[in-house]
Nanobody
């Protein structure tokens, strides 16, 4: 069983910055990859950024150059530094993780509860 706990959302003016964090807790797992998804009001959830074991990252085109994903392996924590925020970045940000259990085929996904980000114009 894995729990993902997020923090760091809030209200910010356009052009401002926020930092989200997500910590995975539990036992008997290793992390395959972790990332952040954005769900704008009335829209589907979309991948924002992901960091894979080994350190490689990928980003949605809309956030390249503005957002940075990083991780602290010792703390099982992933961060999303969001700079130059725009009103269209408003929505709920969900942490996602893919984990591996005791066997290589035993992979499973978990989601955080979501954290609200609101960017005013």
């Amino acid at each position: 069983q894995v729990q993902l706990v997020e923090s760091g959302g809030g209200l910010v003016q356009g052009g401002g910055s926020l930092r989200l964090s997500c910590t995975a807790s539990g036992s008997g797992f290793s992390i395959r990859h972790m990332g952040w998804y954005h769900q704008a009001p009335g829209k589907q959830r979309e991948l924002v950024a992901r960091i894979i074991t080994g350190g490689s990252t990928n980003y949605a085109d809309s956030v390249k150059g503005r957002f940075t994903i990083s991780r602290d392996n010792a703390e099982n924590t992933v961060y999303l530094q969001m700079n130059r925020l725009k009103p269209e970045d408003t929505g709920v940000y969900y942490c996602h993780g893919r984990f591996r259990g005791s066997s290589w085929w035993d992979e499973f996904d978990y989601w955080g509860q979501g954290t609200q980000v609101t960017v005013s114009s």
